[in-house]
């Protein structure tokens, strides 16, 4: 299976902050990428796909870089709505794999 | 609008078995490819199965293979998820998801998820 490591697992930022998240692969996973976002109690939701594509009605604060084994998604200036957690997944084979996520909290 | 509605989960014994529904409305639910991911409390998301829009093709994570079954019925625009031989480590928020598909292909990623179904693994 592909391991997907995602650091930080935690991170504390302020709204306005530039915030990254980075993942990695274990393998290179082209640009099959994908991120969301998770609030608690609540489904994740989706904001990136193929690795740099906005998904519709998402904020441009958010973007998504990267390809083979190395990804980010940066939040460019960090809004109060968007203290969460953030997971990526991989889905380059037929064996879908999730990061381990990270919750990003108010400093 | 779409939506994704789970049914089905609760308490269930080791080695036990339980069957979840994720009725679809507001899509050509034919036309979609499914999933069904879980999260273990305070963990991460899992993906643990999925099919194609026909039904024909389906896949899953190693550690459900041989106790977990993925169907579909079209007609009934429902997903399902049949659960035998549970486990404690089964213990998660289960959700359907449903996978972006064009005319022409399936684009690889969830951009509808259902509200959840908890099922809990203990004696």
């Known amino acids: 299976d592909i391991q997907m490591t995602q650091s930080p697992s935690s991170l504390s930022a302020s709204v306005g902050d530039r915030v990254t998240i980075t993942c990695r692969a274990s393998?290179?996973?082209?640009?099959?990428l994908n991120w969301y976002q998770q609030k608690p109690g609540k489904a994740p939701k989706l904001l990136i796909y193929?690795?740099?594509s906005l998904h519709g009605g998402v904020p441009s604060r958010f973007s998504g870089s990267g390809s083979g084994t190395d990804f980010t998604l940066t939040i460019s200036s960090l809004q109060p709505g968007d203290f969460a957690t953030y997971h990526c997944?991989?889905?380059?084979?037929?064996?879908?794999?999730f990061g381990h996520g990270t919750k990003v909290e108010i400093k | 609008e779409v939506q994704l509605l789970e049914s089905g989960g609760g308490l269930v014994q080791p080695g036990g078995s339980l069957r979840l529904s994720c009725a679809a409305s507001?899509?050509?639910?034919?036309?979609?490819?499914m999933s069904w991911v879980r999260q273990a409390p305070g963990k991460g998301l899992e993906w643990v199965s999925a099919?194609?829009?026909?039904?024909?093709?389906?896949y899953y994570t190693d550690s459900v293979k041989g106790r977990f079954t993925i169907s579909r019925d079209n007609s009934k625009v429902t997903l399902y998820l049949q659960m035998n031989s549970l486990r404690a480590e089964d213990t998660a928020v289960y959700y359907c998801?449903?996978?972006?598909?064009?005319?022409?292909?399936?684009?690889?990623?969830?951009?509808?998820w259902g509200q959840g179904s908890l099922v809990t693994v203990s004696s």
């Open positions: 998801a449903r996978e972006y598909c064009s005319s022409t292909y399936c684009h690889r990623y969830f951009d509808y």
């Open positions: 193929s690795a740099s």
């Open positions: 997944q991989q889905t380059y084979n037929s064996l879908w794999t």
């Open positions: 393998q290179s996973i082209s640009n099959y």
């Open positions: 099919i194609s829009p026909d039904g024909v093709n389906t």
């Open positions: 507001g899509f050509t639910f034919s036309n979609y490819a």
